[in-house]
């Protein structure tokens, strides 16, 4: 029972966390498992009346739970900068070929410096986006922004609407609160690898940022 309920909480602060503007979620129960608090912080883009309205819309549809509106606090952070400062960044993403085998490298940015990741193994026709995925997440960790391990389970690539072709990614994130799965996408501009490391930074930015701010 315990369990379930812990995985609830998860399930409802995942949900939160995927919805536009919010950077971190926290649900707060009592003893028997019911929700006490929800503590929230988004950009300031938007008011909190139209978070909340939001945070309750998608847990219901998605999970089918009712959450009190007076239950939810949400706190802002002015202006996007702050936010914006902290996240790792795209800086660039380069592939070497030797023989068989394909070497990706991915350089991400984060106050000033750069950091570094690389993944490597057999060259095919689909090894090449999971290498610079793997690569990025390494990058992500070097950068000790991880507050626990990153593997990516899945990427792909599917058309959108308006024919646009989009990078799907999904990451499993173990740490000392569990497992969890966190998925990201980017839309394909001029280079196919570039949506793939800024969909996996899409997938775990976000993870990445809650952890650090506590």
């Not at 883009?45 to 219901?60: G, L, N, W, Y």
């Not at 090894?127 to 507050?147: C, H, I, P």
């Amino acid at each position: 029972m315990a369990v379930a309920r812990h995985d609830r909480m998860r399930d409802i602060e995942s949900v939160i966390c995927n919805l536009r503007d919010v950077i971190s979620a926290r649900v707060i129960t009592d003893s028997e498992g019911e929700i006490e608090e929800i503590h929230v912080l988004t950009e300031s883009s938007r008011t909190p009346k139209q978070v909340v309205r939001d945070i309750e819309s998608a847990v219901m549809a998605q999970l089918g739970i009712q959450i009190d509106h007076r239950k939810i606090s949400v706190a802002q952070v002015q202006g996007g900068e702050k936010q914006d400062h902290s996240r790792l960044k795209f800086s660039d993403v380069s592939l070497s070929f030797e023989g068989s085998r394909i070497e990706a490298t991915v350089h991400l940015s984060k106050d000033g410096l750069v950091y570094t990741g690389q993944a490597s193994g057999i060259d095919s026709s689909t090894s090449q986006m999971k290498f610079v995925a793997m690569a990025t997440l390494r990058a992500v960790e070097n950068a000790g922004a991880a507050d626990g391990t990153f593997s990516l389970e899945d990427i792909n690539t599917t058309l959108a609407l308006g024919g646009r072709t989009v990078v799907v990614v999904l990451i499993s994130a173990v740490s000392d609160r569990g497992e969890d799965y966190l998925s990201g996408s980017a839309v394909v501009k001029k280079d196919l690898w570039k949506a793939v490391v800024k969909a996996t930074l899409d997938a775990v930015n976000r993870r990445v940022f809650a952890a650090h701010d506590g």
